[in-house]
């Protein structure tokens, strides 16, 4: 049974980037699933951030894209979140999450890290 | 971007009874549907996927239908740890996946 959980700080300042780690034990990373970020302000819906294939191979959503980077580290077993420029409206609850074979589906979720941007 | 969009928003049902909740695309997701269990302070879980088949470990009492732009997650009969948020998610046109914006399920 794979598990994940998101490390980082949180509290972030305005402009800054913020920064995230999950951690997959239980399985490797390098298995053949897609790796994925999902956040949800509070009070309204989940939000997909973005994946990483253990491959490398990347999807964001169109409305991050600009200010989002993913990518993994096999050696540590992990793979990261970077949100740049941030606001106040990237304050959220950020979720990494496993979405086993050819994706879309998320079956292992963390358990979740409140991120407020605040000065 | 597909929206989707869950009715009721929040459905009141006693332990024992039948619950049925909708979601509603923007355009077709074909079967390409899922959903969610979210309590308080906890992530989601994942209960269906691709329309009506149940994740590892689902009880059947939770069941999903529908095709196309309609879709139906029924709890046949309620137990007291069924009380959540449900959400509804798409992977039929993506990037991005899209969530529904949730249904809460409390006990009446």
């Known amino acids: 049974q794979v598990q994940l959980q998101e490390s980082g700080p949180g509290l972030v300042k305005p402009s800054r980037t913020l920064s995230l780690t999950c951690a997959v034990s239980g399985g490797s990373i390098s298995s053949s699933n897609w790796w994925t970020w999902v956040r949800q302000p509070p009070g309204k819906r989940l939000e997909w951030i973005g994946e990483i294939y253990d491959g490398g191979s990347t999807n964001y959503n169109p409305s991050l894209k600009s200010r989002v980077t993913i990518s993994v580290d096999s050696s540590e077993n992990h793979f990261s979140l970077k949100v740049k420029s941030v606001t106040a409206a990237d304050t959220a609850v950020y979720y990494c999450a496993r979405a086993a074979g050819i994706g879309g589906w998320f079956d292992s979720w963390g358990q979740g890290i409140l991120v407020t941007v605040s000065s | 971007e597909i929206v989707l969009t869950q009715s009721p928003a929040t459905l009141s049902l006693s332990p024992g009874e039948r619950a049925t909740l909708s979601c509603r695309a923007s355009?077709?997701?074909?079967?390409?549907l899922a959903w969610y269990q979210q309590k308080p302070g906890q992530a989601p879980r994942l209960l269906i996927y691709?329309?009506?088949k149940r994740a590892t470990g689902i009880p059947a009492r939770f069941s999903g239908s529908g095709s196309g732009t309609d879709f139906t997650l029924t709890i046949s009969s309620l137990e007291p740890e069924d009380f959540a948020v449900y959400y509804c998610q798409q992977r039929s046109n993506w990037p991005p996946y899209t969530f529904g914006q949730g249904t809460k399920l409390e006990i009446k």
């Open positions: 691709d329309t009506s």
């Open positions: 355009q077709s997701v074909s079967s390409y």
